[in-house]
């Protein structure tokens, strides 16, 4: 059975760092790209960032390109989130999710979810 659980989040003010961790089991995580999504209140859930397999091609949202870093470590079956500079408008429920086939923004194409850490971002 696939499992996602993500880890990281928290309360910060404007201008802060967090780093979420979404530790991965169930399959061969090295294989599969990785996202991280994010649903704030009242929101559609919305793509941030992709990685893929091989951490060699990597994918932002615009309003995180400078701001938000994704990696991964394949040994440890572990996808980061690094945000800094941190704003009120990334306050949301963070996902983490394993693409099926290809690197991907789209929702649709990501089969196993984490069940989300919340991020607040206090003014």
């Known amino acids: 059975q696939v499992q996602l659980v993500e880890s990281g989040g928290g309360m910060v003010q404007a201008g802060g760092s967090l780093r979420l961790s979404c530790a991965a089991s169930?399959?061969?995580?090295?294989?599969?790209?990785m996202g991280w999504f994010r649903q704030g209140p009242g929101m559609e859930r919305e793509f941030v960032s992709a990685?893929?397999?091989?951490?060699?091609?990597?994918y932002y949202r615009d309003s995180v390109k400078g701001r938000f870093t994704i990696s991964r470590d394949n040994a440890k079956n572990t996808v980061y989130l690094q945000m800094n500079r941190l704003k009120p408008e990334d306050t949301a429920v963070y996902y983490c999710?394993?693409?099926?086939?290809?690197?991907?923004?789209?929702?649709?194409?990501?089969?196993?979810w984490g069940q989300g850490t919340q991020v607040t971002v206090s003014s």
């Open positions: 999710a394993s693409a099926e086939f290809d690197l991907s923004r789209f929702a649709d194409d990501y089969k196993y």
């Open positions: 169930g399959r061969t995580f090295s294989r599969y790209p």
């Open positions: 990685i893929s397999w091989s951490a060699g091609t990597t």
